[in-house]
């Protein structure tokens, strides 16, 4: 019987990657730090000022990603940003904060552009919209403007038209992934129950995500929180567990599509060194240092001359646990790796992964 890990002897680092005063910039920052700590303490720009900690006196003003913010009332890990993923056919925003923050600003997204809801279940994160008759003439918000010209692009003349929101913990902590669907009733038949698998006219899904991560990232400072929001889809994306033996796995709620992606691409971006892949067995082949475990600490001189890294060679298998992937790592004699350096390891998969 698995069991989560609810805590660990070390807060595990969150990875962003964001773009300060036209910099690009890369930092390491634990969930509940400010953007104005880790830019005095971390990254040593010091220009930035703690004045009245309230947003009032713009005194820790800094630009991210081309938006000018306050510091002081942004979590370090919000200034990644928003951003659109896919993978195959899909697409989908992720937000830096938790679905109870984003729940507000999706439906005030809808409420400025003067459309009504008409279906709301925070316990399964959905929002439906009305079913709207567009006028080209009369359509004059972004979200009518987007569903019209692309009927006009895609020849449809008829049926009526919504938009269905699906709302996501993401795989890292206080992350949210928004999935939005298009439909036309004149295309399908709509069904009530389920999200469908893909959008009937795919540019409106395009635009309208387009459309709608460029509002949440303008009032990224806002951090109203819904309470009937709180327990949206409270089953996690990415969950430290262990088994049995007390050793520690990953459990990923994925497809494997997505699993395998994620995996891969958190291992680079956490700069492990991949040395061989096996898709169909579902195997990473990794060499890890102390270093890369702990990418917080710098090496000092002494540690440079005197004493050489030990790597370690790991395989890190996928293996199957409807509904998702459970990730395991071994060492290079095929016996499960020591439970800290596998907890550290797949600590990292979390925390890079997108």
């Known amino acids: 019987m698995a069991s989560n890990i609810r ?16 910099s690009a910039t890369e930092y390491l920052c634990d969930p509940n730090q400010t953007l104005l700590d880790v830019l005095r303490d971390t990254l040593g720009l010091t220009g930035s000022k703690e004045g009245c900690g309230s947003g009032d006196c713009g005194a820790c003003s800094v630009m991210i990603n ?18 659109i993923q896919k993978l195959g056919d899909q697409r989908w925003l992720l937000v830096p904060q938790a679905p109870a923050v984003v729940w507000p600003k999706v439906k005030q997204f809808f409420a400025d552009n ?7 279940q925070p316990q399964t994160g959905r929002i439906d919209t009305e079913w709207m008759t567009i006028s080209s003439k009369a359509a004059r918000d972004v979200v009518r403007l987007s569903i019209s010209d692309a009927r006009q692009s895609a020849g449809v003349t008829t049926g009526r ?12 902590d206080r992350s949210t992934e928004i999935h939005l669907r298009y439909e036309n009733d004149s295309k399908s038949m709509p069904h009530e129950d389920v999200m469908p698998a893909q959008s009937d006219i795919v540019e409106v899904e395009t635009q309208l995500l387009n459309e709608l991560g460029g509002y949440i990232a303008a009032n990224v400072a806002d951090a109203s929180i819904s309470f009937v929001a709180r327990n949206i889809s409270t089953q996690s994306k990415a969950e430290l567990q262990r088994d049995a033996s007390d050793l520690p796995t990953l459990r990923l709620n994925l497809d494997f599509d997505r699993a395998w992606a994620t995996v891969n691409q958190a291992l680079h971006e956490a700069n492990l060194d991949v040395t061989d892949v096996d898709r169909s067995a579902g195997v990473f082949y990794v060499t ?13 001189i002494w540690t440079r001359w005197f004493r050489s890294e030990h790597k370690r060679n790991v395989t890190i298998l ?3 646990k409807p509904p ?31």
């Open 7 to 22: 805590g660990t002897a070390k807060m595990a680092k969150i990875h962003v990657s964001t773009t300060i005063n036209g």
């Open 288 to 300: 890890v240092t102390d270093q890369m475990l702990n990418q917080e600490e710098k090496p000092s």
């Open 114 to 120: 003067g459309v009504a809801i008409e279906l709301e």
């Open 324 to 354: 998702g992937f459970d990730l395991t790592v071994f060492d290079d004699n095929g016996q499960r790796t020591a439970a800290d350096v596998a907890e550290q390891i797949l600590i990292m998969i979390r925390e890079f992964a997108t």
């Open 161 to 172: 038209d919504r938009v269905r929101v699906l709302i996501e913990p993401g795989i890292r």
């Open 66 to 83: 081309g938006r000018l913010v306050c510091s002081c009332l942004v979590l370090a890990p919000e200034a990644e940003g928003v951003k």
């Open 318 to 320: 996928m293996e199957p």
